[in-house]
């Protein structure tokens, strides 16, 4: 993991790649409670039998479901300290490039992409995410991933 005592620390590492998380899988009953809990069934998602006979041979995970785990992994890959709060600002340059199939292994490489103060002790900054497929050899998305980091003491006049 790579740890910074503050958001100012980051700024000299813009470009470099921040790591690698764990293996994190993706099995059935997730899929399940993520279609129950965003009332998106599509029978590609939790229908087992007819999704074997589908496009991708077995049910695959929501797209969104992907997103969310490669955001959480995001934390055993970087620690932002001197903050009091991470607040997700969205993404751009999402991508979808393969499917993650039930009962496979994802994760997650992060690069720092740019690190920006803004006001309010506010930084920005934007990871550069890919997610891989365990044993596909296969990107399941890449995006930029856009938080704001707030630093409890900062002297908010400052830019």
């Known amino acids: 993991m790579k740890r910074y005592s503050s958001p100012a620390e ?4 813009v470009g470099t790649t921040l790591g690698t998380s764990t293996w994190w899988l993706v099995d059935q009953q997730m899929i399940n409670t993520f279609a129950d809990l965003t009332v998106d069934p599509q029978w590609v998602h939790v229908d087992e039998l007819r999704a074997k006979e589908g496009p991708f041979g077995a049910t695959v995970a929501h797209g969104m479901l992907t997103i969310s785990l490669a955001v959480s992994q995001l934390a055993e890959i970087v620690e932002v300290g001197g903050t009091d709060m991470l607040l997700n600002k969205g993404m751009d340059r999402l991508r979808f490039s393969a499917p993650v199939t039930a009962g496979t292994r994802i994760r997650t490489t992060a690069e720092l992409v740019s690190v920006t103060p803004r006001i309010r002790g506010f930084t920005e900054i934007v990871f550069g995410i890919s997610v891989e497929v365990e044993n ?10 856009r938080a704001f980091a707030h630093v409890a003491e900062s002297d908010e006049s400052t830019v």
């Not at 980051?10 to 590492?13: D, R, V």
């Not at 596909?136 to 991933?145: R, S």
């Open 10 to 13: 980051m700024i000299a590492e």
């Open 136 to 145: 596909t050899g296969k990107v399941a998305l890449t995006a930029q991933v």
